[in-house]
C-alpha cells in the first residue's frame, strides 16, 4: 500500500488550561537559518498555514535571532488573514551575549529578551512566551512576575515553560497560583518513542496542573524516521552523517541500546501494516499521549515537513498503540516508579 496524503486532516486542542486553540502539529523553526536559509523558512511556514497549522514556535537562540528574523519577514509579507491564523510563540532564557546578564530568567535578561523577539519578529505581542529553562541563580518569584508584569502590559498573552522537571513545574504553578500570578500554561520537555522518562514526573505534573505538553524532538533527532540502521553508521548529509557524536541523539549513544532497535522495528511494522511512514507513526503515537497539546515538528526541507504533517490524520488503533507502548517502556526499577512503588501507592485491596 502506498503512503497515505494526509496533510490536510489537522486538528485542534486547546493550549493547555487556556482558551486558545492551536493546531496539534506545531512547526518548529530551530532549523531556521542553520540548516534551513529563508527561501526554505518561508516555504515551510506556506506550507505549515495551508496544512491546516496553525502554532509556531521559535526562541532566541535559534541561530543567534535568525530564526526570529525570517519568520518576521515572513510575517510582514503575508496578508492579515494569513497572519490572524498563526499562533506565535517564543522563548527566553539562553545567553545572547557573552556579559554576565545576557543569560538567564532574571528581570533584567527576560525584560531585553522579550523586547528584542519582539522587534525581531515585527510584532507587539507574541501569544506564549516560555522560559526555555529553570535558572537556580534567579529567585522564581522574580521570574514569574516579569512574565505577569508581560502579561499586564499586552505583550504576552499566556506564559510557558521549556524543559522544567517535575518538582519545577509544580513549584512554578503554586507560586503563581499562591501570589495571583499569570500561571503558565504549558511545557515543553523532549518526549518521543525513544524518551520516555518525562512520564515518570514530569507528564503526571502537567495533567495534575492543566498544562499542555508541547513535545520536542518527537523523532529523537531523526532515529524515528528509520534513516539510521544498525549496520551502516550515518554518513552524508544528515545530523548524525555530519557530527555522529551530536547530543541526545548521538549515534553510539543511542544505537548502543537494544531498547532503540526494537522500538524502530516496531514503529517499522505499524507503518508498513498502515502505509504510513515511520516518523507518522511515531507521530501519532505520541500526538495521542495523554497532556500532549502540540507537537512539535522540525525540518531541513519542506518535503521533509510535508511527510511529517502527513501524521495528523493517523489515529493509532489499540493493538498497534499498545505494542509501542510495551516496547518503549522506559524500564523503571521496581521503586519508586516501577511495580513495587506503583503497589505503594495504589487502594486496590482486592489482594489483601
Given at each position: 500500500?502506498?503512503?497515505e496524503d494526509r496533510s490536510t486532516a489537522v486538528d485542534y486542542r486547546t493550549l493547555g488550561r487556556s482558551g486558545c486553540s492551536v493546531s496539534a502539529l506545531c512547526l518548529g523553526t530551530m532549523t531556521f537559518g542553520a540548516e534551513t536559509d529563508e527561501a526554505g523558512a518561508h516555504e515551510q511556514l506556506d506550507l505549515f498555514v495551508e496544512s491546516g497549522g496553525t502554532l509556531v514556535d521559535t526562541a532566541d537562540v535559534y541561530s543567534a535571532g535568525v530564526s526570529e528574523e525570517m519568520i518576521g519577514r515572513w510575517l510582514a509579507e503575508r496578508p492579515a488573514d494569513v497572519r490572524d491564523r498563526v499562533v506565535l510563540a517564543t522563548k527566553g532564557r539562553m545567553p545572547m551575549g557573552a556579559e554576565p546578564n545576557a543569560v538567564g530568567n532574571s528581570?533584567?535578561?527576560l525584560r531585553r529578551a522579550l523586547e528584542d523577539s519582539l522587534r525581531r519578529l515585527g510584532v507587539e505581542h507574541v501569544d506564549l512566551y516560555q522560559l526555555h529553562a529553570w535558572d537556580p541563580h534567579t529567585p522564581l518569584e522574580e521570574t514569574l512576575r516579569f512574565l505577569d508584569d508581560a502579561v499586564h502590559a499586552g505583550q504576552v498573552a499566556y506564559p510557558g515553560l521549556s524543559?522544567?522537571?517535575?518538582?519545577?513545574?509544580?513549584a512554578a504553578v503554586d507560586l503563581a497560583g499562591r501570589e495571583h500570578l499569570a500561571v503558565p500554561v504549558t511545557l515543553q520537555p523532549s518526549y518521543s518513542l525513544l524518551v520516555r522518562q518525562?512520564?515518570?514526573?514530569?507528564?503526571?505534573?502537567?495533567l495534575h496542573n492543566g498544562l499542555g505538553i508541547l513535545p520536542w524532538g518527537p523523532l529523537a533527532g531523526?532515529?524515528?524516521?528509520?534513516?539510521?540502521?544498525?549496520d551502516q553508521r550515518p554518513e552524508g548529509a544528515t545530523r548524525l552523517g555530519e557530527d555522529p557524536?551530536?547530543?541526545?541523539?548521538?549515534?553510539?549513544r543511542?544505537?548502543?541500546?537494544?531498547?532503540?532497535?526494537?522500538?524502530?522495528?516496531?514503529?517499522?511494522?505499524?507503518?508498513?501494516?498502515?502505509?504510513?511512514?515511520?516518523?507518522?507513526?511515531?507521530?501519532?503515537?505520541?500526538?495521542?499521549?495523554?497532556?500532549?497539546?502540540?507537537?512539535?515538528?522540525?525540518?531541513?526541507?519542506t518535503e521533509q515537513l510535508r511527510g511529517n504533517l502527513g501524521a495528523a490524520g493517523l489515529v493509532l488503533d489499540d493493538?498497534?498503540?499498545?505494542?509501542?507502548?510495551?516496547?518503549?517502556?522506559?524500564?523503571?526499577?521496581d521503586y519508586p516508579y516501577g511495580d513495587v512503588g506503583t503497589e505503594q501507592r495504589s487502594r486496590d485491596l482486592s489482594g489483601a
Open positions: 500500500m502506498g503512503t528581570r533584567r535578561h524543559n522544567f522537571l517535575g518538582w519545577q513545574v509544580q518525562v512520564e515518570f514526573e514530569i507528564v503526571p505534573a502537567c531523526g532515529w524515528l524516521s528509520g534513516k539510521y540502521t544498525r557524536g551530536r547530543g541526545m541523539e548521538a549515534y553510539d543511542v544505537g548502543g541500546r537494544a531498547r532503540t532497535w526494537d522500538v524502530l522495528e516496531a514503529v517499522q511494522d505499524v507503518a508498513e501494516s498502515r502505509g504510513a511512514t515511520m516518523a507518522q507513526v511515531a507521530l501519532a503515537w505520541l500526538a495521542a499521549r495523554p497532556a500532549v497539546t502540540s507537537v512539535i515538528l522540525g525540518a531541513r526541507t493493538d498497534e498503540t499498545a505494542r509501542l507502548d510495551a516496547v518503549s517502556e522506559p524500564g523503571a526499577a
